[in-house]
């Protein structure tokens, strides 16, 4: 594994793991439900919102073709805080542009920037929790990580969003979200300053290597090309893209879906209530359910694992097709909805990153082809998020529920199948 300094080593991970992952999830969580919220509650259509923020997505599935620069220039504890500080001012336009007239337009141009940014920093921060832990401590966090990266989905669309329709009641819309997009700035700007002083940082001799424009393109040549030759990689490929296929049209629909009118068949539910279902009934759910997968591999390994992790991850999608079949007018079913699809999510997906980790990163190149199996990975949820709009525009809501339960098929389909090319208590060896 990654060689640790002193001071590295007088760090416990979890003070950067935490904070770490908890920042790569915001801005992906950000643009792929917080935005379609705030673009619903500004008159923008269901096909458009989903449309376009499923495919300024697409930058988490390039970020392979950059992220050979990232292991060549500078530190990842460089480009971490770099990132963050980036968003912060990112999101700090983003809230001057919402008064404008054309501030669709404007905003979601910089929620791409925003993309590329968060793109960038999933290589890094990615690169640095396997560059710095062994197996061992990998799977021993790998609970704590998921926990931490999706908290980001339970503060974002969960707090921040009941608070701006709180601020809606007395702010106004436009000005409620532009105060909800200062508190992103705020919040990467407080992240980037933590980050420089607590982030372990590689050995300064590791980084002396010289590389010419040459070298950087021969490298990213032969990463691309040591990932697709790689042991049994079309069956992985398949596994991280189907795994989370349904996840891509109910994660993209399902805050619109509680949104729209009944008559439409939505539930109707303020921009408040979609903050409180997910923000106070999921998060516990959330994130007991993260953890306890990380013990649960830990005592059963990942293999024996991996099943019933998949059923954990999209059997409880059902939820959202008993709630658009009934349309309860009351809260707490949707919030037992919800506590039953986020502890499932919680549970399924640390086995998913866990196997990209384990069983697709090692190698020469484990930071950069990690980057490659995410950013793949990311094609599942991207492309069915395009297209989820138009799909329940043209079917309507209860259908496409129901559509989403069918499409679960394939990711227990290619759980039975997937290969584990490497011995799951390999010890992680240097690789120059």
Known sequence: MGKNNSRTRRIQPILWISTLYFAMGVPFVTINAVSGIMYKDM???????????????????????????LEIYKTKKFFVVFTQFAIGILFALIALSLPMHDFFKYSIALFAVVAFCG??????????????????????????????YNLAKIISSGALVYFAGVLEKTKGVTNAWMIIMAIYALLFFALAIYHYFILPSENKEE???????????????????????????????????????AEGFAIKIAPLFFKATRTSGGLGLSTSDIGLVYGTYGSAAFILGSVLAGYFISARGL??????????????????ALLAYYQPADLLPVGIAVVVEYFGYGFGFVGLMLYMMQQIAPGKHKTAHYAFATGIMNLGVMIPG?????????????????????ATIPAFLVTLFVPFPYPENQKEQEHN
């Open 119 to 148: 793109a960038t920093h999933d290589v890094v921060a990615d690169g640095t929790y396997i560059g710095f832990l062994t197996n061992k401590e990998q799977a021993k966090y790998i609970g704590w990580q998921g926990a931490f």
């Open 207 to 245: 980084q002396k290597k010289e590389k010419t424009a040459g070298n950087v393109r021969q490298e990213l040549l032969e990463v691309i090309t040591s990932f697709f030759t790689k042991k049994n990689i079309v069956w992985s490929v398949l596994f991280i893209i189907l795994y989370r296929f």
């Open 303 to 320: 293999k024996r694992s991996l099943i019933w992790l998949c059923c954990a991850f999209n059997i409880p999608f059902v939820v959202y």
């Open 43 to 69: 008159g923008v259509s269901d096909s458009q919102i989903t449309f376009w923020t499923a495919l300024i997505l697409f930058a988490w599935t390039l970020k392979p073709l950059w992220s050979p620069f």
């Open 386 to 406: 395009m297209f989820s709009g138009m799909i329940s525009d043209w079917i309507g809501y209860k259908m496409f529920f129901i559509w989403v339960l069918i």
